[in-house]
């Protein structure tokens, strides 16, 4: 499976913008980038998913380097909800659709 | 409804104990998921149902027996537990049930059942 590495902690002050990054040099062309966090005491929920394009959604905005070998989630205006650990997970639909395997992702603090 | 909902939230058992850990979603979901996460750590996966079949299962111990009666319920049946088997259980949902199904769609987590074998 390709992996993914992100640093293991990040702070944020209140209202600025975070971007975290995420390395999958030996991602596959079938692989879809997602990304999902963990708030303190609840399941993972899902934030942002993309392949080849950037994306937006309410959450969040996904910037994926051209040659796809890394991405960064980008939160525009941190806010104390959303301290959290943000997991980098990449899934290849063509063969094993199903199989997330979560990296050790980030634990975001965020600073009043 | 886009809740994963998990029972019970919190289980005490003995090591010569047999409990169940359940998971119900009626998202309409064709594939479920159970993962195990130990405190400051990832999620790991264990297994996998697709379609009412199991399709992985991340040779997990056989005292851990997961079992899908139908599509929108999971269990996780428990047996001869060892105290490091104390962890979060989670369940997760998604809509696709293969790889080739559609477009990636999102897992769905529920909150968790926690265990705590002594």
């Known amino acids: 499976d390709a992996k993914t590495t992100q640093p293991n902690s990040m702070e944020s002050n209140e209202e600025e913008p975070v971007h975290l990054p995420c390395n999958h040099s030996t991602i596959s062309g079938t692989d879809y980038i997602h990304w999902y966090r963990q708030l303190p005491s609840q399941g993972p929920e899902y934030v942002i998913h993309?392949?080849?394009s950037n994306v937006n959604n309410r959450m969040a905005s996904l910037a994926i380097a051209e040659d796809r070998k890394s991405s960064t989630l980008i939160l525009h205006r941190a806010t104390l909800r959303d301290a959290a650990v943000y997991y980098c997970i990449l899934r290849d639909v063509m063969n094993t659709g199903n199989q997330f395997y979560f990296g050790t992702g980030t634990s975001l603090t965020v600073i009043p | 409804d886009t809740e994963v909902t998990q029972t019970p939230k919190h289980l005490v058992m003995g090591m010569t104990n047999k409990k169940s850990l359940k998971c119900e979603q009626h998202?309409?979901?064709?594939?479920m998921y159970w993962y195990k996460q130990k405190a400051k750590k990832p999620p790991e996966l264990m297994f996998v149902y697709s379609y009412e079949k199991l399709s992985i299962n991340e040779s997990v111990p056989s005292r851990f027996s997961p079992e899908c009666p139908n599509s929108s319920l999971l269990n996780l049946h428990l047996h001869a537990l060892q105290p490091e088997d104390s962890a979060l259980y989670l369940c997760?949902?998604?809509?696709?049930?293969?790889?080739?199904?559609?477009?990636?769609?999102?897992?769905?987590f529920g909150e968790g059942s926690r265990l705590t074998v002594l």
């Open positions: 997760a949902s998604s809509q696709d049930g293969s790889p080739r199904d559609q477009a990636p769609g999102e897992l769905f």
């Open positions: 998202m309409g979901h064709r594939a």
């Open positions: 993309g392949l080849t």
